[in-house]
């Protein structure tokens, strides 16, 4: 299969944790890469490799992934984690890349 | 600092053609693989093509192949996109994305495939 799904919205409390999950086929094969955006905005890198954070990404950010299912977990959610939150991964081919639906946090 | 910056977009008549650019700045160009992706209005991420570093391979989303075709000029730090054959289903803002992780966006450019 060439798609992951994401759920398209998720809520937290203020400073709650929260988990956004990604499901594929792929993800059994590739690693999750993650991406914030914000309205009006480009699209943030924000976890790569199942793990890694770039520069600059506050630590309440982290991933997972076990079988087909890639998770970010963001610990104590701030207001301005509120965002759409989109995976992406190669498909099965190697040769292409996919995106989820993309999720819509809202903190409230 | 590490930037992209996209350009050529506009409003184009369906089946007419467009070439975006891309110039890049502050690493390396030559040496990373580079993405466009496209977000349709209110419209999640889609993956359109990538490059490789060296402009010897080529990958195309099935819904531009045949239509798209992505090209560089390393001695320009510049990414091409071409696209032929537009149809309003192409409307979207169009990024480029450094690297295979996408570490690195452009701020995009819109295409407006309209009559």
């Known amino acids: 299969s060439s798609e992951l799904t994401q759920d398209p919205a998720v809520s937290v409390a203020l400073g709650q944790t929260v988990r956004i999950t990604c499901q594929g086929d792929?993800?059994?094969?590739?690693?999750a890469t993650w991406y914030q955006q914000k309205p009006g905005q480009a699209p943030l890198l924000v976890l790569h490799?199942?793990?890694n954070r770039p520069s600059g990404i506050p630590d309440r950010f982290s991933g997972s992934s076990s079988g087909n299912t890639a998770s970010l977990t963001i610990a104590g959610a701030q207001a301005e984690d509120e965002a759409d939150y989109y995976c992406?991964?190669?498909?099965?081919?190697?040769?292409?890349?996919?995106f989820g639906g993309g999720t819509k946090l809202t903190v409230l | 600092q590490v930037q992209l910056v996209e350009s050529g977009g506009g409003v184009v008549q369906p089946g007419r053609s467009l070439r975006l650019s891309c110039a890049a700045s502050?690493?390396?160009?030559?040496?990373?693989?580079i993405h466009w992706v496209r977000q349709a209005p209110g419209k999640g991420l889609e993956w359109v093509a990538l490059?490789?570093?060296?402009?010897?391979?080529?990958y195309y989303a099935d819904s531009v192949k045949g239509r798209f075709t992505v090209s560089r000029d390393n001695s320009k730090n510049t990414l091409y996109l071409q696209m032929n054959s537009l149809r309003a289903e192409d409307t979207a803002v169009y990024y480029c994305?450094?690297?295979?992780?996408?570490?690195?966006w452009g701020q995009g450019t819109t295409v407006t495939v309209s009559s």
């Open positions: 994305a450094k690297d295979h992780i996408m570490d690195v």
């Open positions: 502050g690493f390396t160009f030559s040496t990373y693989g």
């Open positions: 490059i490789s570093f060296d402009g010897r391979i080529e």
């Open positions: 792929s993800l059994r094969s590739y690693y």
């Open positions: 490799g199942e793990t």
């Open positions: 992406n991964s190669r498909d099965s081919s190697g040769n292409h890349w996919v």
